[in-house]
């Protein structure tokens, strides 16, 4: 095979310049993601236009490669710039939030059952009846909405096609340095607004064009699927494997399936398509070798092929629901396969090339999906794998080497993402992934095909499902049974191991390769053995207010001391702060001993998820204004938690804490555990006083009044008490502390409101200056000579956060 004078073996200068060009173009448009504003469109138009003329300028003077990647990088920003700029033109005015509004729409996806008695569903608006709806200087509004109906059940929706009475508000979630970002996954599926649904009626008007009569049929197959198989064990597998719909899951799935590192196992992705494309391909073409050679060449059979393995993967991706992960894994198998029809000797990083930038086109907000990075990191993987030294290996060895290699390579993919590896992912995927592809998908997939046909079938369908299922799911649940410890690294050293692990299964050289895992037992030994629970050390102290909605959470280090105070809000079965923002953070800033939990009362907004923190980190000693509560709900009456009281101190690095609770306070928000934190080097002061209300507020002022506590040389940061309630934050309270800051940890327009108008005018007229983590997402407050350093998240926010116009560009303090 010759190499051309660009380095791709067999490839023209041209076309190796292509590749580079288009691959320029991919980073660009992910580079885009990158930014925190976005420009404004016109500037891409000018900087296209000033590259081009550059480069036509320097075109003697440059090698061509790099006047094409840098066309290819403008290009490649503007192209996705241009569609995020039309996703955020797409905005619910300031004005129309908390209004009830009418809107005529159908059903987006497949509806589901959510909490509360609920329905969540997608509504595409067709139609706002508005006043303003026919203007054409009225605002672009949303086209797809998220709604939920509480008090309703799925039998209640009147169609497909519905004119509904909403209430609405603009895109908004929890903003933190780690774990689910509600707002990124909002504008990454389009949704511009959501609410809730006050009336709903049939409206057969709605137009119905091709995305919606496709919805529709997809809706109607999932209910011909449970007709079908509902009395099946494994249904919720069989569902999610044979028509894409994950609804019937239930809490104990995702728990195994997060276990055992399986969860790409129920999303339809290339896994699913590849087999469908290898079982296709392997049937046309045995089909098409019995026609006669002199009816069709073997030029034609390929073709026809691979339009038939096309169509094939086509169907059934239509069939699962057409979701993002499949659409991206049909392109990918359309590429893959078009390079092997068209270019026979092209090198498989070029079809890789070709696979990513067409998903970028047909796509460009793929790289806000984890799983676009995991998808093409585990192709780039196996590639680098099997076109180097193992061409040709058994199928168990190249099993084997291809399960080694995506382990270790996804591991600080998956860890720069948040999610961690399971250590025990590497056997179950063992034995799953052969599993699923020879046996369980061309069950499934026989079985829809002959119920379909002839729906007899299904008494022998459901027992063989539940057979091949059944024991795969028995297989999963023992996996995930095992007492593995969990190993978490930084992502540099994750990176540097992966690269050794590859360079093991590559390279031929037999000393290099033992030299490679000498070195990668001794790093990782060691780091074991250094991180042990020792927490990174912090030099200078630092309060970490996290943004958890409607409750409190906060965070404590100096030194290597950490301290928490409260772990926010859960809703059973639905959300936990704990598991989305609470043990992210912990893991994002290396710390693996909660010295001190301080549990200020056991209100769920305070204390939610607590049992899970504690089984997830290690925690020292527990105080609260409620012992028995906390003992209660930790499950053992023997748990040491000590009952907060004043006079009781402790230490956090060069910070004291001092603690104290209202005597009369027997239960409740006035049981309250108030912690104060002070920094006698710089005379800083920190006060976080849990729900106390007016009367223990003033026992709290009397107190410190008593021993002349009140006054502070350095500066003084009150977190409101009660989230900034009407009952909390007295007069009294406000004057005597007189803060220079003050902080509400309050949810978006929540229904209580907080924090209250009388509350922030009293805090404005000390002077104080307030902050809100609705507005502002998670507050870091330093200790700094004469000052406290205050850092607001969504200042670094990436642009579909803080956009003109959005939620938290517009977001005031009442």
Not at 394 to 408: E, H, P, T
Not at 412 to 417: A, K, S, T
Request: aromatic content about 10%; overall charge positive.
């Amino acid at each position: 095979m010759s190499e051309g004078k660009n380095g791709y073996p067999g490839l023209p200068v041209r076309h190796g310049r292509a590749i580079q060009g288009v691959f320029a173009f991919a980073c660009g448009a992910i580079l885009l993601y990158r930014l925190t504003v976005l420009p404004p469109w016109e500037w891409f138009i000018v900087a296209m236009v000033a590259v081009f003329l550059i480069c036509y300028a320097l075109r003697a003077a440059l090698p061509g490669c790099i006047l094409v990647c840098i066309l290819g990088l403008v290009l490649g920003v503007s192209w996705t710039a241009w569609h995020a700029g039309n996703r955020l033109s797409q905005q619910l005015p300031s004005s129309m939030e908390g209004e009830r509004l009418t809107v005529s729409g159908y059903l987006c996806d497949i509806p589901s059952v959510g909490g509360f008695r609920s329905v969540r569903f997608s509504l595409c608006v067709t139609h706002w009846h508005t006043p303003s709806s026919g203007n054409k200087n009225a605002p672009n509004l949303p086209r797809r909405i998220r709604l939920s109906w509480y008090g309703t059940a799925l039998t209640d929706l009147p169609g497909h096609r519905m004119t509904m009475e909403v209430v609405l508000k603009r895109p908004h979630g929890t903003l933190n340095g780690a774990g689910f970002r509600y707002e990124d996954w909002l504008f990454r599926q389009g949704y511009r607004a959501t609410g809730t649904v006050k009336a709903a009626s049939l409206n057969e008007s709605v137009p119905c064009g091709i995305h919606c009569t496709y919805r529709k049929s997809h809706a109607e197959l999932v209910l011909w699927v449970q007709r079908a198989f509902g009395e099946a064990r494994q249904f919720p597998l069989i569902s999610s494997l044979m028509v894409g719909y994950r609804g019937y899951l239930t809490d104990t799935h995702w728990d195994v399936l997060k276990a055992t590192g399986t969860i790409h196992l129920v999303a339809i992705s290339g896994l699913h398509l590849g087999l469908i494309a290898l079982g296709a391909g392997f049937f046309c073409r045995r089909v098409l070798l019995l026609i006669p050679g002199r009816w069709v060449s073997e030029g034609r059979i390929r073709v026809l092929s691979f339009v038939l393995v096309v169509v094939s993967c086509l169907v059934y991706g239509l069939a699962a629901g057409f979701t993002v992960p499949t659409q991206r894994a049909l392109v990918m198998v359309t590429v893959a396969g078009w390079s092997l029809l068209v270019a026979q000797e092209q090198t498989p990083w070029s079809a890789w090339v070709l696979a990513l930038v067409s998903v970028l086109l047909l796509d460009p907000f793929a790289p806000l999906d984890q799983g676009f990075w995991l998808s093409f990191v585990a192709v780039s993987v196996l590639i680098w794998v099997f076109s180097g030294r193992f061409r040709q290996v058994s199928w168990i060895k190249g099993l084997l080497i291809a399960q080694l290699a995506i382990f270790a390579g996804l591991w600080p993919v998956l860890e720069g993402l948040g999610q961690g590896q399971p250590l025990a992912g590497a056997a179950a995927n063992l034995l799953a992934i052969p599993w699923v592809s020879f046996v369980v998908m061309p069950v499934v997939i026989l079985s829809g095909l002959l119920v379909a046909v002839f729906p007899a079938a299904m008494n022998v369908a459901i027992p063989l499902l539940d057979l091949v299922l059944g024991g795969l799911w028995d297989a999963l649940v023992w996996v995930a049974s095992w007492p593995v410890p969990e190993f978490r690294l930084p992502v540099p050293l994750l990176a540097a191991s992966a690269v050794m692990v590859l360079l093991m299964v590559w390279v031929p050289w037999i000393r290099l390769q033992l030299a490679c895992a000498g070195i990668l037992g001794v790093t990782l030994v060691s780091m074991w053995d250094e991180s042990g629970q020792v927490n990174p050390y912090v030099e200078t102290p630092e309060v970490r207010i996290w943004d958890v909605g409607q409750g409190l959470s906060v965070l404590v280090r100096h030194q290597r001391d950490v301290l928490l105070y409260d772990t926010g809000p859960e809703v059973p079965g639905l959300f936990s702060s704990v598991e989305s923002t609470v043990l992210p953070e912990l893991r994002r800033l290396g710390v693996k001993r909660i010295d001190t939990l301080v549990i200020s009362h056991g209100d769920n907004d305070h204390a939610g998820g607590m049992e899970m923190l504690v089984e997830g980190v290690e925690v020292g000693s527990i105080v609260s204004g409620e012992p028995g509560v906390v003992r209660e709900r930790l499950g053992h009456a023997e748990a040491g938690v000590t009952l907060c009281k004043q006079g009781m101190s402790a230490k956090v690095g060069r910070l004291t804490t001092g603690y104290w609770r209202y005597k009369s306070g027997i239960e409740g928000n006035d049981a309250s555990c108030v912690l104060s934190i002070r920094d006698h080097e710089f005379g800083h002061e920190w006060i976080l006083p849990g729900d106390i209300t007016v009367r223990s507020e003033q026992a709290y002022i009397n107190d410190r009044r008593r021993y002349g506590d009140l006054a502070i040389p350095g500066k003084r940061l009150v977190v409101a008490p009660h989230h900034g309630s009407k009952t909390s934050s007295s007069q009294a309270w406000v004057e005597d502390l007189r803060p220079d800051y003050v902080v509400y940890s309050a949810g978006y327009r929540h229904r209580f409101g907080h924090p209250h108008k009388d509350v922030v005018a009293r805090y404005r007229e000390v002077g104080a200056t307030p902050l809100n983590t609705a507005c502002s997402g998670m507050i870091t407050v330093s200790a700094g000579v004469n000052a406290m350093i205050i850092r607001e998240i969504r200042d670094s926010a990436p642009f579909w956060i803080k956009a003109p116009g959005l939620a938290r560009d517009q977001c005031k303090i009442p």
